[in-house]
């Protein structure tokens, strides 16, 4: 008899006559106090009627009550606890795919809080297991591609998307995604287009006019970026969220292009939006300098106590760190960078020792000297310049110096050029390996030339390209290459305190980051007893610090290019910078940064027994 009393409930419920639903659940319950489906559909009347408190009391009993089943547990999960407490939301959600196994919609929101909360891979294992149960879902398929996304696996995204594109291709969310995708390989032309091809189909969302205007930055569109941002976050019905983000990437732009006081007020015009966003706090942080008392140091530890969503914790204590330090609280700033690493460094996938084992690989494969012998037409060109080395050596700095040459362009992290030269010419017939190396050097001219179309030298400034200095050089031999160096703790330590973009798994535990410095190292001495002089370059960061005239003016003559002053004044270059060093680089060269870490020593012990293969 319950049952039928029940599913009446629930029609009236779903007719909007919640009274009657609401009396036939007493009325249940008056016989049986512990009925999950009377408890159920009272917290789901509760919630609606906007009484929270009694929603999750009533939500807690019907998913503890015997006859629960994984809905009820679901609902408690999601409406009942998600937003105030996420571990007994995770808790109640396992329990609802522990039950029912099949059950798709539970798998997802499984995958929804454990990206909340910070293990990625089990995650996307989750979303992955509700696509798999119910392809016919595709916010399934998108949950999934975005947490790829959060693991730096920007092309199996990209696959997931494309794989259901010819049923759901039209789909707004779906081709936003798939450009922020192909913004994040330097697919930057192809996302314009895409954002460009849906707008002009007559679909519009603030977040598709977001990432257009992140790739349009990318192009070098800046004007045609900033406008983009402002329609973003002007948006008639945007979520407050997407609007407030919108305004914070407009500010980071503004900051690259050196902009420092229009950017505060866009920080300033995101944080009125949404107060809690913790990207623009964190990148208010990175463009500003903190003294003791600083306003924004309470503001971003009350956030913190409130336990955030895993992301934003993360972006806070990266945060924290930066402004602590910059008012000279290191002990306080070590305490956050510790959190931020731990906190980062649990969602990679890293081994160390695959790591050493592959760039011990490298260094084992001999230089083909033949190949380089036998260069011609655009293998020759010397348009390309290298800068390599570890993050934080100085390479932003020796770019920004180059660029302001004006016969140089410089392009950033050219990542499609790194692609090329992961799949080396084949060695074991000279004439196919000629030919391969001659469509390579092709592609990655094409690739500069986007960057510049009249510049004598153009820079990718992609540090990764470190593992294939051999192809390098084998592919064109003329090129210059420059190896930035800096000491090895400075390096590391300054590593530590950076959240980086991508997949760079060994910066977040201080062993692995000297281990890994440690195999760099002894590839780079492979490079510079295998590479002739008039290619290869090394630029110590501390000398050009103590000398930048006699450092800048060997820069020029290496790049093989007459002297001009405005690289002695490279602070006043009106260009994008977009790395971590993007506000250090508006200044003339300047000597506190040469012994950071020394007021934390103590605590860098790990990483200086790595670093001496203890």
Not at 27 to 34: A, E, N
Not at 71 to 80: D, F, I, K, N, V
Not at 236 to 259: E, M, N
């Amino acid at each position: 008899m319950h049952g039928r009393i029940l599913r009446q409930a629930i029609a009236d419920f779903a007719s909007g006559r919640a009274d009657s639903a609401r009396s036939q659940c007493e009325h249940m319950l008056s016989h049986q106090p512990r009925h999950a489906g009377a408890l159920h559909l009272l917290g789901l009347i509760a919630h609606r009627a906007n009484r929270p408190a009694e929603a999750t009391e009533l939500l807690r009993r019907a998913a503890e009550s015997p006859g629960a089943i994984a809905l009820y547990m679901l609902s408690y999960a999601e409406l009942g606890c998600r937003s105030a407490d996420r571990v007994e939301a995770l808790r109640a959600t396992r329990r609802a795919v522990a039950l029912d196994p099949g059950f798709a919609l539970a798998w997802f929101c499984l995958g929804n809080l454990l990206q909340e909360t910070g293990p990625l891979a089990e995650a996307l294992a989750a979303a992955e297991t509700a696509q798999s149960l119910d392809p016919e879902k595709l916010e399934y398929v998108l949950r999934a591609a975005d947490i790829e996304m959060e693991l730096a696996r920007y092309w199996p995204a990209i696959a997931r998307l494309e794989a259901v594109q010819s049923r759901w291709g039209a789909d707004v969310q779906l081709r936003t995604l798939k450009a922020h995708l192909l913004r994040l390989v330097d697919q930057n032309e192809a996302a314009v287009a895409l954002c460009n091809d849906t707008l002009a189909s007559g679909s519009h969302s603030a977040e598709l006019l977001r990432a257009q205007a992140l790739a349009l930055q990318l192009t070098g569109e800046h004007d045609l970026a900033l406008a983009s941002f402002d329609r973003a976050a002007a948006t008639p019905g945007a979520a407050a969220l997407t609007s407030a983000r919108a305004c914070s990437d407009k500010a980071v732009l503004l900051a690259h292009l050196g902009r420092t006081e229009a950017a505060a007020a866009a920080f300033d015009a995101a944080l009125r939006i949404v107060p809690t966003l913790a990207d623009a706090w964190y990148n208010k942080t990175n463009t500003q300098s903190h003294r003791r008392g600083d306003a924004d140091l309470e503001a971003m530890e009350r956030l913190l106590t409130g336990c955030p969503a895993f992301r934003d914790r993360l972006l806070l204590h990266f945060a924290l760190g930066k402004a602590y330090a910059d008012s000279g609280d290191t002990e306080r700033a070590w305490g956050h960078w510790q959190h931020g690493n731990a906190l980062k460094r649990a969602t990679l996938d890293y081994d160390a020792d695959t790591a050493s084992a592959e760039l011990a690989s490298i260094a084992s494969r001999p230089l083909d000297r033949g190949i380089c012998a036998s260069a011609s037409g655009s293998r020759l060109s010397q348009l390309p310049v290298f800068i390599v080395g570890m993050p934080r050596s100085g390479s932003s700095l020796i770019e920004q110096i180059l660029a302001s040459h004006p016969a140089v362009a410089g392009g950033g992290e050219l990542l499609q050029l790194r692609a090329l030269f992961e799949r080396p010419p084949p060695q074991a017939d000279p004439t196919a390996a000629a030919s391969a190396a001659l469509t390579i050097a092709d592609s990655a001219l094409a690739r500069l030339r986007t960057v510049s179309v009249d510049a004598l030298r153009i820079v990718d400034k992609d540090l990764e390209n470190f593992r294939h200095l051999g192809v390098i050089h084998q592919i064109f031999p003329r090129a210059r290459i420059i190896h930035c160096r800096r000491d090895p703790i400075e390096t590391c330590f300054s590593a530590y305190t950076k959240l980086f973009v991508g997949a760079i798994g060994y910066a977040y535990r201080l062993y692995e980051l000297g281990r890994y410095y440690r195999d760099y190292d002894a590839l780079m001495r492979l490079w510079r007893s295998a590479l002739p002089p008039a290619s290869f370059l090394e630029v110590d960061y501390e000398r050009l610090v103590r000398e930048p005239d006699t450092e800048i003016r060997r820069l020029i003559d290496f790049i093989g290019l007459p002297w001009d002053d405005a690289c002695l004044r490279f602070f006043e270059t009106p260009r994008r910078v977009s790395t971590s060093s993007f506000a250090q680089v508006r200044r003339p060269i300047y000597a506190t940064s040469l012994r950071r870490s020394a007021a934390l020593r103590d605590h860098l012990g790990p990483l200086v027994a790595a670093l001496h293969g203890r």
